[in-house]
């Protein structure tokens, strides 16, 4: 949804999004920091029921958990990158959510609870842990109806905490706030306090949702680009010290001519 390509050749006329198809991967870490996001077009996907094919990099669901095998070359550096991430979701989330008044667009937090396995040959990386999956999908740019939105996820002991801000160019903003159980229940909540985090390099907006007795703390910026930023945060949450993965999108930045110009540098076309 990022594409610049895609951007591009919307202004043309009507374009097709299958023809602008990317695997992004990004490694943050002291041993290994890695970025790919290859554009591709409609020649080199390969779609079934069970699995989603971009290049040589593939998504495989049995019905029980998603495997992915990455075969992908990094920017800015050309370095292999190689490996496999197993996604087995605890449960899956039927629910979808409406980011915008005209239901244009929708978020869905399919696998709110995930355990995950990462295996990389190029670098030599291993990991285990808690992890998350959703997808946002619309009828839309989403600079049309965006300015901006704020996302975070937490794992806490009984499950995971979501929140979702946007705001709209028209209309009213939303904020979304979820608890989700292990087996996939749903639980609206009040939002938490929402406090501003510091700017990033790139001077992009960051606020987190938490407690009201301790705003969140920014651990690290593990993503700064100048429409977007992906952080770790510390917050504490419905009373429990948690660490949160959160993001921050400007979407007005995303639209300027010369971000535009600088995306080709992180997602190369072949």
Not at 96 to 106: I, M, N, P, S, V
Not at 156 to 185: C, E, F
Request: with cysteine; aromatic share 10%.
């Amino acid at each position: 949804m990022f594409s610049p390509y895609y951007a591009w050749a919307r202004r043309r006329g009507p374009a097709d999004p299958e023809n602008h198809c990317a695997v992004n991967v990004a490694l943050y870490g002291e041993r290994a920091r890695r970025w790919a996001m290859t554009e591709r077009g409609r020649g080199a996907i390969t779609r079934t029921e069970s699995s989603f094919a971009v290049g040589p990099s593939r998504l495989d669901w049995n019905g029980r958990e998603l495997s992915i095998e990455i075969h992908e070359v990094t920017v800015p550096w050309p370095l292999p990158l190689r490996g496999r991430v197993r996604v087995v979701p605890s449960a899956l989330n039927e629910v979808a959510f409406t980011l915008d008044a005209e239901g244009r667009h929708r978020w869905h937090p399919i696998a709110p609870c995930c355990r995950v396995s990462v295996d990389f040959d190029h670098p030599d990386l291993h990991w285990r842990g808690d992890g998350y999956f959703d997808l946002n999908h619309g009828d839309a740019p989403l600079e049309r109806d965006f300015k901006s939105w704020q996302w975070s996820r937490a794992a806490t002991r009984t499950g995971t905490v979501i929140s979702y801000d946007t705001i709209a160019r028209a209309g009213a903003d939303k904020s979304i706030a979820l608890h989700v159980d292990p087996d996939a229940t749903l639980q609206r909540i009040a939002p938490l306090t929402d406090a501003p985090l510091r700017r990033t390099a790139w001077r992009v907006d960051r606020s987190a949702r938490a407690d009201a007795d301790a705003p969140a703390r920014v651990v690290s910026t593990l993503e700064d680009a100048p429409f977007y930023a992906r952080s770790h945060l510390a917050a504490r949450i419905q009373g429990e010290d948690v660490a949160v993965m959160h993001e921050s999108l400007s979407l007005d930045r995303f639209q300027m001519p010369i971000v535009q110009a600088m995306l080709p540098f992180r997602m190369p076309r072949w």
